[in-house]
């Protein structure tokens, strides 16, 4: 489940995932300018990296600080929340977090704390940053 800001990245990263090396497969749409691409959460299955022996499915999940504020974070958690609920198990929850900030502010610390209360402490134990 791919989760962070919105333009960090998130729906290029998924679709390198699930292209084959040399291949540019494009499963989610990528945005070039300020406006979000994705505004619903999205399901895609396929093969990790080409590998037909890695079957894999990733989530797309609109992004996270904008300028809506922290009430459309939340509802946007809890839409991600209900398309995931009946997972037995999810492998990894990917933070991806827009290259070039050399600190974390105060919009990743709510951006966390957001993460927390919806998806509960145990989220952290699957966590892996892409920055």
Known sequence: VALGESGSGKSNLLNLLLSTPGEQRIVFPEGEGAEPCTLEPQEESGCWRGDPARQITVFDTPGLCAEDGLQSDLDSLR???????DLSYINCFLLVVRGGTSRFLSQHQKMFQALQDTFGEELWKNVVFDV
């Open 79 to 85: 839409r991600v929340l209900h398309l995931v609920k």
